[in-house]
């Protein structure tokens, strides 16, 4: 679905990617895990065509998108959820899910469509129904990345990218992420590819996984594999590597 070959990315005159090549299969969930700095969000980042490699070739369902804007990008069925969330603070819940379908809604057919994909993230996310006139501004933080989330699927994405899903929530919100995103895969179809600092939670519910440091793919294969190797759990998973089996 996604392939990604010899991918050269620089901000200014300072290479952040350095010769990546990786690939997602559709119906996947692919980590991809490593420290502070290491150029995953820049990896996600070019892949939606917010910043343009200096070479390499990224194909999305056999379409070339290197050159292709982001909009175009999300129109093709690839859409990201940024670190940080990014929600539109001013607008209320609803809204914000509206904006995420705004390429969709202008038919309309695309109108119904649009809300029956808006009851099915009521469905995924029922507190999100419960706050729907709230601002979004006023939400928990937990809150508001199921609106990301949430707001990224009413795009009808086929792919979604996700950046740090679990970035300054609590223990509980993140299982509570991670199991909703593993229901994105199964009962949604959702190819995913994830970012995570949190890497027993990423390799716990996902089927591959690559290791990226200082913008090199150091090391990848099967997340089961990857989680009993000795350098993984040196580096990423410390003492205590017990897992999760939801995948």
């Known amino acids: 679905m996604l392939t990604i070959k010899n991918l050269h990315t620089k901000y200014g005159p300072i290479p952040v990617l350095k010769n990546i090549s990786l690939h997602v299969k559709q119906g996947e969930i692919v980590a991809l895990i490593g420290t502070n700095g290491a150029g995953k969000t820049t990896l996600l980042t070019t892949i939606s065509g917010l910043i343009r490699p200096v070479e390499g070739e990224i194909t999305f369902n056999d379409t070339p998108i290197t050159k292709k804007s982001p909009a175009e990008i999300v129109a093709l069925g690839l859409s990201q959820v940024p670190e940080g969330r990014q929600i539109f603070s001013p607008l209320t819940v609803e809204e914000n899910l509206e904006l995420g379908a705004y390429q969709r809604s202008s038919s309309k057919n695309g109108?119904?469509?649009?809300?029956?994909?808006?009851?099915?993230?009521?469905?995924?996310?029922?507190?999100?129904?419960?706050?729907?006139?709230?601002?979004?501004?006023t939400l928990s933080g937990g809150e508001q990345q199921m609106l990301a989330i949430g707001r990224a699927f009413m795009a009808k994405p086929k792919m979604l990218l996700l950046d740090e899903p679990s970035l300054g929530l609590a223990p509980k919100l993140v299982d509570s992420?991670?199991?909703?995103?593993v229901a994105l895969n199964k009962e949604q179809g959702l190819t995913i590819l994830i970012v995570e600092q949190n890497a027993k939670k990423a390799l716990s519910i996902s089927h591959r996984a690559y290791v990226l440091e200082t913008g090199k793919i150091v090391l990848q294969g099967s997340s089961e594999e990857l989680i009993e190797d000795s350098e993984i759990k040196r580096a990423y998973l410390g003492k205590d590597y017990s897992t999760i089996t939801e995948r």
Do not use: C, H, N
């Open 111 to 137: 109108k119904k469509a649009v809300e029956e994909d808006l009851g099915a993230v009521y469905d995924l996310f029922p507190r999100l129904k419960e706050r729907r006139k709230q601002v979004a501004g």
């Open 177 to 181: 992420i991670m199991s909703t995103i």
